[in-house]
């Protein structure tokens, strides 16, 4: 309108929407299977899982670093690059085998941390439910209006969203909506992934060529058991474990792979050569010339007179 106050419009479409709805159909039954019981309870419980993906990589890792230090292996097989000792003060001196074994021990500790945070951070967001939401949240069906399964409707016919539909424990229901991805198969995957990759990378073993990839899938088992677990007690889904074994086996990788450089030293510099700087590192040709010099009386001066690198025919008495 002509000299009035002119309308605000607003819009709501550049408001990034990160509502996450929680909710859950009524009388479905993915998510009806009785409770197992409290975590403690599981036949793989939390202490249990914790105490093995802490303990069983940093003493695998030690006694390889140990046997590494103690039995080295022949001149041969020693990498080219090595690592110095570092003297700190009168009293610290840091050996090659200490240094090996902090940092390794080290960035698995950073990932068993990295994986944890990882992990809840999904299910925080996802809020997916576990397959026995519905048991723990005993929502009045009646109260929400939801009618029970029948020949005309076998499946579920409400997605119920309302906040006090639940009327179990509160601490029971917000612990059944953190399922996916699994945090406990999450941890024994990248324990599991870390301790292989050190095994295979590290260790020499002369004879059979069956040893390490034996060895390795024996640490596979306990992982997949725990899976198996998780969802047989109707804690988890397929999906949930899945998920969480690809998060530990990814995290593993990528700190094998760019971090410690599968578990290889550090040069003495502290910094390794790029292929691009190794390419560039090429053998150089002496020149013929640089190998036979000219005598100094046979260079004359640029006026007046041929090339210094032009030989003169000798002369010849007749």
């Given at each position: 309108?002509?000299?009035?106050?002119?309308?605000?419009?607003?819009?709501?479409?550049?408001?990034?929407?990160?509502?996450?709805?929680?909710g859950?159909?009524?009388?479905?039954?993915?998510?009806?299977?009785?409770?197992?019981?409290?975590?403690?309870?599981?036949?793989?419980?939390?202490?249990?899982?914790?105490?093995?993906?802490?303990?069983?990589?940093?003493?695998?890792?030690?006694?390889?670093?140990?046997?590494?230090?103690?039995?080295?292996?022949?001149?041969?097989?020693?990498?080219?690059?090595?690592?110095?000792?570092?003297?700190?003060?009168?009293?610290?001196?840091?050996?090659?085998?200490?240094?090996?074994?902090?940092?390794?021990?080290?960035?698995?500790?950073?990932?068993?941390?990295?994986?944890t945070?990882?992990?809840?951070a999904?299910?925080?967001?996802?809020?997916?439910?576990?397959?026995?939401?519905?048991?723990?949240?005993?929502?009045?069906?009646t109260?929400?209006?939801?009618?029970?399964?029948?020949?005309?409707?076998?499946?579920?016919?409400?997605?119920?969203?309302?906040?006090?539909?639940?009327?179990?424990?509160?601490?029971?229901?917000?612990?059944?909506?953190?399922?996916?991805?699994?945090?406990?198969?999450?941890?024994?995957?990248?324990?599991?992934?870390?301790?292989?990759?050190?095994?295979?990378?590290?260790?020499?073993?002369?004879?059979?060529?069956l040893?390490?990839?034996?060895?390795?899938?024996a640490?596979?088992?306990?992982?997949?058991?725990?899976?198996?677990?998780?969802?047989?007690?109707?804690?988890?889904?397929?999906?949930?474990?899945?998920?969480?074994?690809?998060?530990?086996?990814?995290i593993?990788?990528?700190?094998?792979?760019?971090?410690?450089?599968?578990?290889?030293?550090?040069?003495?510099?502290?910094?390794?050569?790029?292929?691009?700087?190794?390419?560039?590192?090429?053998?150089?040709?002496?020149?013929?010339?640089?190998?036979?010099?000219?005598?100094?009386?046979?260079?004359?001066?640029?006026?007046?007179?041929?090339?210094?690198?032009?030989?003169?025919?000798?002369?010849?008495?007749?």
């Amino acid at each position: 309108m002509a000299g009035g106050r002119p309308q605000l419009k607003r819009s709501f479409s550049i408001i990034p929407c990160f509502v996450f709805v929680e909710g859950f159909f009524c009388y479905d039954s993915t998510y009806a299977k009785p409770y197992p019981g409290p975590e403690a309870a599981s036949r793989a419980p939390p202490a249990l899982i914790y105490a093995l993906v802490t303990a069983g990589p940093t003493l695998t890792i030690l006694l390889g670093e140990l046997a590494r230090a103690f039995f080295p292996a022949p001149p041969s097989a020693i990498p080219i690059i090595g690592e110095s000792t570092i003297v700190s003060g009168a009293c610290c001196r840091f050996s090659p085998p200490l240094r090996r074994l902090v940092r390794f021990l080290g960035v698995y500790s950073f990932g068993l941390f990295t994986t944890t945070i990882f992990a809840n951070a999904g299910q925080v967001v996802t809020g997916n439910p576990t397959p026995h939401f519905l048991s723990v949240c005993r929502p009045n069906y009646t109260a929400l209006g939801c009618l029970p399964p029948s020949p005309d409707r076998p499946g579920p016919d409400r997605f119920v969203t309302d906040q006090g539909a639940c009327a179990g424990s509160p601490s029971l229901v917000a612990a059944a909506r953190r399922a996916f991805p699994c945090k406990d198969a999450a941890l024994c995957a990248y324990a599991v992934a870390y301790t292989a990759m050190y095994v295979t990378l590290v260790f020499r073993v002369k004879g059979s060529r069956l040893v390490k990839p034996s060895l390795c899938l024996a640490l596979l088992c306990p992982a997949f058991l725990v899976g198996v677990v998780r969802v047989a007690e109707y804690r988890n889904h397929w999906s949930d474990v899945l998920a969480g074994f690809l998060t530990g086996a990814a995290i593993a990788t990528f700190l094998v792979t760019c971090v410690v450089h599968n578990f290889q030293s550090r040069p003495p510099s502290g910094r390794r050569l790029s292929p691009w700087e190794d390419l560039g590192q090429t053998p150089t040709v002496d020149s013929r010339l640089e190998k036979n010099p000219r005598p100094a009386g046979r260079i004359r001066h640029r006026h007046g007179s041929p090339h210094p690198s032009r030989r003169t025919a000798p002369t010849v008495a007749t």
